[in-house]
């Protein structure tokens, strides 16, 4: 890659970091921008897991007040998300540039779509859990195929896997919203390390790509906690999903 596309990788990160930090779906305008670099979708896709990793440790690590007394859930729940990040990382690479690159038009609209509805999501399946009421007894047997499958979704793709994650743990588990969304950090932070590990060990990490987006999700993501208060989050939900969605066009036209 020349130093134009450097700077647009890097400018990208910088925008996923603070998007993440402000809204979510930055995997939405990080990936195509890999893509449109000539970089293929495959590499694409494995260096983008790799380079968002440490956004996903500090994401858990801000929210660990609120996974304590989840230790039950941890243990029952972990392994399911490790195994379905490790599975989806295996299909990524077993599936192959071209059928992966027919699936991206396809995936880019899912994970929009799913941000979209996001704040729908969490008011249906939040609406009878209140901050104030104790947490119920647990049933996360009931959570564990759910949450392997979602685990699948994010270690092949990922975009939008947080989302599942909370739909998933408020339809099966009785808790306040602050807590599940804590839980369902950790959960993604364990789908993203085993599938980033095993593409790391996999050969097929670009690395100057990945070390550079990494340094800018961090940097955008300090920026976008400075911003936090002032840009409504809302607002830019939804120009992701406007660039989400017309990215997605793009590929079906080129198809």
Do not use: H
């Not at 995997?27 to 897991?49: E, K």
């Amino acid at each position: 890659m020349d130093w134009l596309s450097y700077l647009s990788i890097t400018l990208a990160a910088v925008a996923a970091g603070a998007v993440n930090a402000l809204a979510g779906g930055g995997t939405l305008i990080t990936f195509p921008t890999l893509m449109a670099v000539g970089i293929p979708a495959v590499v694409a896709n494995v260096t983008n897991t790799v380079a968002l990793l440490p956004g996903y440790l500090g994401g858990t690590w801000a929210q660990r007040t609120d996974l304590q007394g989840q230790r039950r859930r941890l243990q029952v729940l972990l392994p399911a998300a490790l195994a379905g990040g490790l599975v989806g990382g295996l299909l990524l690479l077993l599936s192959g540039e071209r059928l992966f690159r027919a699936l991206v038009p396809y995936l880019i609209l899912f994970a929009s779509l799913l941000l979209a509805v996001q704040d729908e999501i969490r008011k249906r399946v939040f609406s009878t859990s209140g901050e104030a009421n104790p947490p119920a007894r647990s049933r996360e047997a009931l959570a564990v195929l759910p949450v392997f499958l979602a685990a699948i979704y994010g270690g092949y793709f990922g975009a939008g896997l947080s989302v599942i994650l909370l739909a998933v743990l408020g339809l099966v588990l009785e808790d306040t919203l602050t807590r599940l969304n804590a839980l369902k950090q950790g959960l993604s932070l364990a789908t993203n390390l085993t599938a980033a590990l095993y593409f790391i060990f996999s050969g097929r990490v670009l690395w100057p790509a990945a070390l550079v987006m990494a340094g800018g999700a961090l940097l955008g993501g300090m920026l976008g906690g400075l911003l936090a208060g002032r840009v409504k989050p809302i607002v830019l939900r939804w120009l992701v999903v406007s660039i989400g969605c017309i990215v997605a066009a793009i590929y079906f036209v080129r198809g």
